[in-house]
């Protein structure tokens, strides 16, 4: 079955640019039926949608993130990618990649395991 | 900036039956489906219930799900020690033209 794996930095200083990568594997990231998301979340807080990535090249970002987000996708090595640049202490969080229906709905499956950024100088 | 609103906490006894709401606006949970996540602790989330009201593969006929006008619902039945997560509901905003998660429910197994 498809299964994402994050991985990056775990300390990013304030004010630079934080950066992750999402391998897919058990499954071809170009495929037309789903969106390649990002979603963060602070230590003992709720799940904030960062964006999203259509193979097409369409993306959809928050508004409260669209000034620093970019999420680009490397379909010859079925990955994809999140940059969040100018981050602040309020950037540190476990981030998730995760797997979302193109379909009515969009439900969020699989979900990779996370990975803790911390941005401290 | 959560824009779905839960309840912080619920508690129940072994056996019994919790409902956690979910309540939104006519841009969200009024006008897209809804799908819930079950967190278990230092674990990623997982998909619970799909599309208003669908289990996916290998989850537990004790979850169910529904959808009425601008609030959704997750009831959990015959609650179990392994119930003890948080739990997230979250849906399409046509407004912020993004993904919106709610503020998560913790489930508290007496």
């Known amino acids: 079955q498809v299964q994402l794996q994050e991985s990056g930095p775990g300390l990013v200083k304030p004010s630079q640019t934080l950066s992750l990568t999402c391998t897919v594997s058990?499954?071809?990231?170009?495929?037309?039926?789903?969106?390649w998301n990002w979603i963060r979340q602070p230590a003992g807080k709720g799940l904030e949608w960062i964006g999203r990535?259509?193979?097409?090249?369409?993306?959809n970002y928050n508004p409260s993130l669209k000034s620093r987000v970019t999420i680009s996708v490397d379909t010859s090595k079925n990955r994809f990618s999140l940059k969040l640049t100018s981050v602040t202490a309020a950037d540190t969080a476990v981030f998730y990649c995760?797997?979302?229906?193109?379909?009515?709905?969009?439900?969020?499956?699989?979900w990779g395991q996370g990975t803790l950024v911390t941005v401290s100088s | 900036q959560s824009v779905l609103t839960q309840p912080p906490s619920v508690s129940e006894a072994p056996r019994q039956r919790v409902t956690i709401s979910c309540s939104g606006s006519?841009?969200?949970?009024?006008?897209?489906?809804v799908n819930w996540y079950q967190q278990l602790p230092g674990k990623a989330p997982k998909l619970l219930i799909y599309?208003?009201?669908l289990l996916p593969s290998g989850v537990s006929d004790r979850f169910s799900g529904s959808r009425s006008g601008t609030s959704a619902s997750l009831a959990i039945s015959g609650l179990q020690s392994e119930d003890e997560a948080d739990y997230y509901c979250?849906?399409?905003?046509?407004?912020?033209?993004?993904?919106?998660f709610g503020t998560g429910t913790k489930v508290t197994v007496l």
């Open positions: 995760a797997r979302g229906w193109a379909g009515d709905g969009g439900w969020f499956d699989p």
């Open positions: 058990g499954g071809s990231i170009s495929s037309g039926s789903y969106y």
């Open positions: 990535f259509y193979p097409s090249g369409s993306t």
């Open positions: 006519s841009s969200n949970i009024g006008n897209n489906a």
């Open positions: 599309y208003d009201d």
């Open positions: 979250a849906a399409w905003d046509d407004s912020l033209n993004g993904y919106v």
